[in-house]
Nanobody, 119 residues
């Protein structure tokens, strides 16, 4: 079975940093684009960052540009999200997502990891 397992979340003060990781198994990782989403209570899930299958291109939500960096290591079947200058509004459950196959029809999700930014 395909598994995506996030780690690295926790409680951090405003202005602090966290590095999230997502380890994938059960799929040919290098053939999938990877994404980080987040969802806060009562809010819609939003796309935070994306990276192409070969890691050559990245994209970010305007709200995190300049603060977050997505990267991947295909040899380790992992994708990462470095989060700097964290703000309270970054508080959410962060989930990684893999999209691939013909027309991007194969989509997989991890369980998510909680990030709380608070004094």
């Amino acid at each position: 079975q395909v598994r995506l397992v996030e780690a690295g979340g926790g409680l951090v003060q405003p202005g602090g940093s966290l590095r999230l990781s997502c380890a994938a198994s059960g799929l040919i990782f290098s053939r999938y684009g990877m994404n980080w989403y987040r969802q806060a209570p009562g809010k819609e899930r939003e796309l935070v960052a994306s990276v192409t299958s070969d890691g050559s291109m990245t994209s970010y939500a305007d709200s995190v540009k300049g603060r977050f960096t997505i990267s991947r290591d295909n040899a380790k079947n992992s994708v990462y999200l470095q989060m700097n200058s964290l703000k309270p509004e970054d508080t959410a459950v962060y989930s990684c997502n893999a999209k691939g196959g013909a027309g991007g029809l194969f989509i997989y999700w991890g369980q998510g990891t909680q990030v709380t930014v608070s004094l």
